[in-house]
């Protein structure tokens, strides 16, 4: 059974960094899309990078572009996110997603799995 297991939240101040981990497990699939979506609360869920694990070429949402960096470890089979310059609005609950089914990689509909979630708050 896929599990897909995050860390590293918690809070900061704007302009701090953080960095998120997704552990892998359960499945020997090395070709896949992963990615990290948030949700504001009281807000939808967004996509906000990914990466095809085949090929470990990133994609970004204009709102965290130049700031957060997505990466996979094979090896490890961990995805992070290092997130630097935060800001307020980067406030949410942040999640990772496995899958390889049908949509462009900020949809939902892409993503087979999904992380419990790890919180991230960032202050003033």
């Known amino acids: 059974q896929v599990q897909l297991v995050e860390s590293g939240g918690g809070s900061v101040q704007a302009g701090g960094s953080l960095r998120l981990s997704c552990a892998y497990s359960?499945?020997?699939?090395?070709?896949?899309?992963m990615a990290w979506f948030r949700q504001p609360t009281g807000k939808e869920r967004e996509g906000i990078a990914a990466?095809?694990?085949?090929?470990?070429?990133?994609s970004y949402a204009g709102s965290v572009k130049g700031r957060f960096t997505i990466s996979y470890d094979n090896a490890k089979g961990t995805l992070y996110l290092q997130m630097s310059d935060l800001k307020p609005e980067d406030t949410a609950m942040y999640y990772c997603?496995?899958?390889?089914?049908?949509?462009?990689?900020?949809?939902?509909?892409?993503?087979?799995?999904w992380g419990q979630g790890t919180q991230v708050t960032v202050s003033t």
């Open positions: 359960g499945s020997t699939e090395s070709r896949m899309w």
């Open positions: 997603a496995a899958g390889n089914g049908l949509g462009r990689w900020y949809e939902e509909s892409l993503y087979n799995f």
């Open positions: 990466v095809y694990t085949r090929y470990n070429t990133p």
